[in-house]
């Protein structure tokens, strides 16, 4: 009777409605997905080009400073500095530098590559430095940018306790934004976990 079909109706407007509330979860959560995934490949992106940077800055980068005396190329040169647009650069990482994980206490003992550091900046009192610290994305990131900053303090500290004047010392943090390779292997994780002096003439 009219009864039954006025149920099967209702029953079949539930069903529809059903469908349709299914259907827009569905188109939400795929939109969501989406989202996700291209703020993933905007971090991906944003994690290549400083590498990419890195590896044309590797490739073309300049001459030592014109002017530079010989002798001050040559100790750049014996510490495995490169030249760079913002000036010499040595890098140090593992064994030469090494933070136990999470702080930014240097080993106790002695830390020839400071010594050389510290020794060459007095030598040559025009070069002014710059302190970069870098962390790898292990933990959260506004914690790697504070352990970054202080590291690098930490680096100027021993570099004014070896005789350095504190003001031709700069120190930046960069925590984990400047990647020195991609945190595939332990190995790109301990390059990326470096301290950047820049050497500026």
């Keep these: 009777g009219p009864g039954i079909q006025q149920g099967a109706l209702t029953d079949l407007k539930g069903a529809i409605q059903a469908a349709v509330e299914h259907n827009a979860a569905q188109d939400k959560a795929i939109a969501e997905a989406k989202r996700r995934i291209a703020a993933l490949e ?3 992106d944003a994690r290549r080009k400083p590498n990419e940077a890195a590896h044309r800055a590797t490739e073309e980068a300049p001459p030592a400073p014109r002017g530079a005396p010989a002798d001050l190329r040559l100790q750049v ?6 030249a760079t647009e913002g000036g010499w650069v040595i890098r140090l990482t593992e064994p030469d530098l ?3 994980t999470g702080t930014a206490s240097l080993p106790a003992g002695d830390l020839p590559m400071f010594e ?3 020794a060459l900046l007095i030598e040559h009192p025009t070069v002014t430095a710059r302190v970069e610290g870098h962390t790898d994305a292990s933990g959260r990131a506004e914690a790697n940018l504070k352990l970054s900053q202080a590291r690098a303090d930490a680096v100027k500290q021993a570099l004014v306790e070896r005789g350095v004047t504190e003001g031709r010392i ?3 943090g960069f925590g984990e934004t400047r990647p020195g390779a991609d945190p595939g292997t332990k190995a790109d994780r301990l390059r990326n976990r ?8």
């Design 42 to 44: 905007g971090t991906l």
């Design 77 to 82: 040169a014996n510490l495995g500095g490169r």
């Design 98 to 100: 090494t933070f136990p």
């Design 116 to 118: 050389r550091i510290a």
């Design 170 to 172: 700069e120190v930046i």
């Design 194 to 201: 470096r301290i950047e002096v820049y050497l500026i003439y």
